[in-house]
């Protein structure tokens, strides 16, 4: 039992069918009203993998897939982080880099904002005894939201697009060409 992404019926048996280029759950109300083909997902066996199915070559580094999401990812105020812990331990940017046996400007670098690599990041909290991985969060998602309790359907999104008031660009009154805003001149 299931909702319709068509019509919003909840509690009803649902199928999976193709309409337009989707594939949506839709109840047998909805596919014989709109004369669509109901699909049979099959659905693959899960079995644990005997090695890693990344086999990745070429340019890079072998067997790393570079498009799969990590876990931890860099602060987004890891350049305040740094500076903070270095100034709450009392140490110039110069002493900071004798101790990391790295170059001044690696530091200044990083403390205007600049990514250091990971290494580096390894090294200043490590150096500095501060975290500056934080655990990664999803940034191209968009909520949509519905008015009552129920979940939001197709069919509300495209009721919300009807319900929405066309603006039309007003035309801008121009003149005529060869006419004066003062009208004819005259001639003395």
Request: aromatic content about 2%; proline content about 3%.
């Amino acid at each position: 039992m299931g909702a319709c992404e068509l019509c919003g019926a909840e509690g009803v048996s649902t199928k999976m069918a193709r309409a337009s280029q989707s594939l949506l759950e839709c109840c047998n109300g909805c596919i014989g009203s709109m004369g669509l083909i109901a699909e049979q997902v099959m659905r693959p066996r899960v079995s644990a993998p005997a090695e890693p199915r990344s086999h990745i070559s070429g340019k890079g580094i072998t067997g790393v897939d570079i498009m799969t999401k990590d876990e931890m990812e860099l602060a987004s105020d890891f350049n305040s982080r740094i500076r903070n812990a270095r100034e709450h331990r009392g140490l110039s940017q110069e002493d900071l880099a004798r101790k990391m046996n790295e170059k001044i400007g690696v530091i200044q670098k990083a403390e205007n904002g600049i990514r250091p690599t990971d290494s580096l990041v390894n090294k200043f909290a490590k150096a500095l005894d501060v975290r500056l991985f934080v655990e990664s969060m999803s940034h191209g998602h968009t909520m949509v939201t519905s008015d009552s309790d129920r979940q939001m359907t197709i069919s509300d999104a495209k009721k919300q697009i009807e319900k929405s008031p066309k603006n039309k660009i007003a035309k801008k009154k121009g003149r005529k060409i060869g006419v004066s805003r003062s009208g004819a001149r005259s001639r003395r």
